[in-house]
T-cell receptor, first 113, second 111 residues
């Protein structure tokens, strides 16, 4: 079974631009969560989607948004990029209503210049 | 809020056992996890334990949970150079799928 895939793997953007990252969960998984990883703050939860509904949200500004499609694929969007948004963005998928086994993708490395 | 703490570094010799420790504050934890991250890669789920268990063994990995002290440990038997990585402890509380991660412990295995 294929794992979680994330595209693109690497991205360079300029301050003020916006970016969309994509995540395809493991086949059959219905929950997708997003995390930001930085050297300073570590791994921080962004949001979680289940069956196209946002189920949980972390403490990030409204510039960070996401959505989930009917095939469980998810996208996250960051508008008005800031230098501090440079990070590894990780997506995790899990099967059911209780996301107790979360499998991570390889991440998208975003660099904001 | 919830917090998870880990020591930052551990160095062992190849063939020795490694023990990575973690403490957490959330009294409503349901599951606790160990993830491994190699350079340039995502997180690999190694093992996890339900909060009403005190031990779980999976091949070379042994997880011990002391719920009273909110202490979790991961023991890796016969540590190999391929085990060199950063190990993250994570806590799944009662907020859906939100994992709270520790800072990660960098394990260095010397031949």
């Amino acid at each position: 079974k294929a794992g979680v895939t994330q595209t693109p793997r690497y991205l360079i953007k300029t301050r003020g631009q916006q970016v969309t990252l994509s995540c395809s969960p493991i086949s059959g998984h219905r929950s997708v969560s997003w995390y930001q990883q930085t050297p300073g703050q570590g791994l921080q939860f962004l949001f979680e989607y289940f069956s196209e509904t946002q189920r949980n949200k972390g403490n990030f500004p409204g510039r960070f948004s996401g959505r989930q499609f009917s095939n469980s694929r998810s996208e996250m969007n960051v508008s008005t990029l800031e230098l501090g948004d440079s990070a590894l963005y990780l997506c995790a998928s899990s099967f059911g209503t209780v996301s107790y086994e979360q499998y991570f993708g390889p991440g998208t490395r975003l660099t904001v210049t | 809020g919830e917090d998870v703490e880990q020591s930052l570094f551990l160095s062992v010799r190849e063939g020795d056992s490694s023990v990575i420790n973690c403490t957490y504050t959330d009294s409503s934890s349901t599951y606790l996890y160990w993830y491994k991250q190699e350079p340039g890669a995502g997180l690999q789920l190694l093992t996890y334990i339900f909060s009403n268990m005190d031990m779980k063994q999976d091949q070379r990995l042994t997880v011990l949970l002391n719920k009273k002290d909110k202490h979790l440990s991961l023991r890796i038997a016969d540590t190999q150079t391929g085990d060199s990585a950063i190990y993250f402890c994570a806590d799944l509380g009662n907020q859906g799928g939100k994992l709270i991660f520790g800072q990660g412990t960098e394990l260095s295995v010397k031949p």
